[in-house]
């Protein structure tokens, strides 16, 4: 029995329509036409609902939830399953309120089909073509149109059919071909397992039979978004496990992997497992961690690819198409937050190409701003490169939803991955700099005075302690040598300007923004602003460099292998075994070789 079930077929359909339209009866209906209720359960819901004095309804199998059973409509993806004689089905009732629609863009990004339920007696509704626009915005090809309470209008087949021709060329436009329509009765079974006399077609159960299985994610390209990293101290353990669910493809033990957007290359040394013997081969579905060769120092929200399958796309623009839910419209200069598979990075909106109007599909290319419901195609910027497929090659790693204010105001998929200009960044620099008001001290004045240039010194590394330590006694010695020098000190931007701001690693990004825009300041008094920034990667120091203009900076970083494994370009590196005035002097140096500190002043 075991052997049978692990051969059987699975297919995960999403159910979606309009509010009322009938999907928690019709998914009511399929489990108990199909035997997958558990034993009792219908009769007990039927006596439930004989002591309360309340009709039957196959919808109250399913409404598990109590908010669900408290206000007569779904509030969540819930997930049922069910078999039939052809394979085993995951099925994702995915909800009708507008209000809720954030909650079907994770049910539907799961499904390889979908079963779209529309009202017989109301007819097509703006949630009826909204959810038709986002299945084709999220790549489900698969879908079949049930027109459900065919009882109501009295079993005519002409109103069937008139839903069917105006939906049909709904669809048409949004690029997705239904696989059929089925007139239906949800609460009566009529055409879900069994077929009604009068109706020559294929049923529900039929139709779902009928779609064939998408190809199986072991058999794509591997890839596995690095979730965390785990560093194993105690009884002389020096592993250092990666950690993620693979999405797709297979890893087996020695297989050579990239990290994208860092590009480091090593080999699987192991595969862990919690209370389990170490495995060598994982593949699509599993949660997993792994150890490699070489000790590469990987960040959460990379992208683990084999090395002999096709690479990803890495840009920091990217071209999308986006379904807008927030309760605020997106707009140019507003900064949000991109979630794609595991990475967390900020994100602006760099370019508008054209609105549309989810429900009557009424396009617009002189709009400025996304409205709620709105579909857009657009150009998104990111704050550093990220990793991705495009939807269309790889549809799990090509969806992605945007956070505002802490709350998902927005999904979409990427279509294609632009020329990685960072565009954004500069525009704001140039703005930024064209409103620069100067005092009436000139900044090469400043420098003359106080016998020294202006400059950034960014210092960074794995230990936060030692670095705070180089950067003090930095300063203290430009100090005692007559210099303007500050040392900047992180904790005072975390408890100052930047509190209440930060939410770990995912914010990180902003704390960067905001240390290049204070740096830009402190420099352009005339002083040397010394800083540290602990596990740096090079997209935050071209950041820093970028909003420290027109200023340079120059950076410090405390191990040559540290700074190999991280694949920086540094200005410095410091030989971790030295004392601690010696590491000072190596930087003094390096000012004086870079004119920072002059022999002579004019």
Same mark, same amino acid.
């Given at each position: ?194 077929? %009604?006399?009068?109706?020559? &077609?294929? =049923?529900?159960? /039929?139709? @779902?039979?009928?779609? #064939?299985? $998408?190809?199986?994610?072991? !058999? ?63 593949? %699509?579905?599993?949660?997993? &961690?792994? =150890?490699?060769? /070489?000790? @590469?120092?990987?960040? #959460?929200? $990379?992208?683990?690819?084999? !090395? ?295």
């Amino acid at each position: 029995m075991a052997a049978e079930q692990a051969a059987r077929e699975q297919m995960n359909v999403v159910v979606v329509g309009h509010v009322d339209h009938g999907k928690s009866t019709l998914i009511g209906r399929l489990l108990a036409d199909t035997g997958a209720l558990p034993e009792g359960k219908l009769e007990q819901i039927q006596e439930f609902c004989r002591r309360n004095a309340r009709p039957f309804e196959y919808a109250f199998l399913l409404d598990a939830l109590k908010d669900e059973q408290a206000q007569g409509i779904t509030i969540d993806s819930a997930r049922c399953f069910f078999r039939s004689a052809q394979r085993d089905y995951i099925i994702i009732d995915a909800p009708g309120h507008v209000e809720f629609l954030k909650n079907m863009v994770s049910g539907a990004a799961r499904a390889e089909a979908a079963l779209l339920v529309i009202d017989a007696h109301e007819g097509i509704r703006e949630n009826s073509r909204r959810h038709g626009t986002m299945l084709s915005m999220l790549g489900v090809r698969q879908v079949v149109v049930l027109v459900n309470k065919m009882d109501l209008v009295g079993y005519d087949l002409g109103v069937f059919a008139a839903i069917e021709r105006e939906y049909t060329a709904f669809l048409e436009r949004v690029g997705l071909e239904p696989a059929g329509f089925v007139p239906i009765c949800a609460r009566d079974g009529v055409n879900i397992s069994t077929r %009604a006399p009068w109706y020559e &077609g294929l =049923t529900v159960l /039929e139709q @779902l039979d009928a779609f #064939p299985k $998408e190809r199986g994610r072991a !058999a794509q390209p591997f890839r596995l978004p690095v979730q965390d990293i785990y560093k194993f101290t105690a009884g002389g353990d020096e592993r250092r496990i990666i950690a993620g669910t693979v999405e797709t493809g297979t890893l087996a033990l020695g297989d050579a992997v990239v990290a994208y957007p860092s590009g480091k290359r090593s080999a699987i040394r192991s595969i862990e497992a919690f209370n389990r013997p170490p495995q060598r081969q994982v593949a %699509a579905g599993e949660a997993t &961690g792994f =150890t490699l060769n /070489e000790e @590469l120092y990987l960040r #959460p929200g $990379e992208l683990l690819c084999r !090395a002999d399958d096709a690479p990803p796309a890495v840009s920091t623009r990217l071209r999308v198409n986006i379904f807008w839910m927030g309760k605020a419209p997106l707009r140019a200069g507003r900064p949000y937050k991109l979630k794609l598979a595991a990475a967390r990075v900020a994100v602006q909106l760099a370019e508008l190409r054209s609105v549309m109007d989810a429900s009557d599909l009424s396009s617009s290319r002189g709009k400025t701003q996304v409205e709620r419901h709105d579909v857009a195609e657009c150009v998104l910027e990111t704050a550093k490169p990220v990793a991705f497929d495009l939807a269309s090659e790889l549809p799990v790693t090509g969806r992605f939803v945007i956070v505002d204010n802490f709350e998902i105001a927005g999904g979409g998929i990427v279509l294609q991955a632009l020329s990685d200009e960072r565009r954004v960044l500069e525009a704001h620099v140039s703005q930024r700099e064209a409103a620069w008001e100067s005092g009436a001290v000139a900044l090469h004045e400043r420098e003359a005075r106080q016998r020294h240039r202006a400059k950034l010194v960014v210092a960074i590394g794995p230990d936060e302690a030692a670095l705070r330590e180089l950067g003090c006694a930095l300063e203290r010695r430009l100090f005692d040598a007559g210099h303007a020098a500050y040392y900047l000190g992180l904790s005072n931007l975390e408890r100052g300007i930047d509190a209440g701001v930060f939410d770990g690693f995912e914010r990180r990004d902003e704390r960067v923004r905001r240390l290049g825009e204070l740096a830009r300041i402190l420099t352009a008094s005339g002083q040397i602003v010394i800083t540290v920034l602990p596990e740096a990667d090079q997209a935050d120091l071209e950041t820093l460099r970028a909003l420290n203009a027109p200023q340079q900076i120059l950076t410090v970083q405390q191990s040559a292998a540290r700074a190999d494994a991280l694949g920086l370009a540094t200005d410095l590196v410091l030989d971790p075994g030295t004392a601690l005035p010696a590491r000072v002097q190596s930087i003094w140096s390096l000012l004086e070789d870079r004119q920072v500190l002059p022999d002579f002043v004019i």
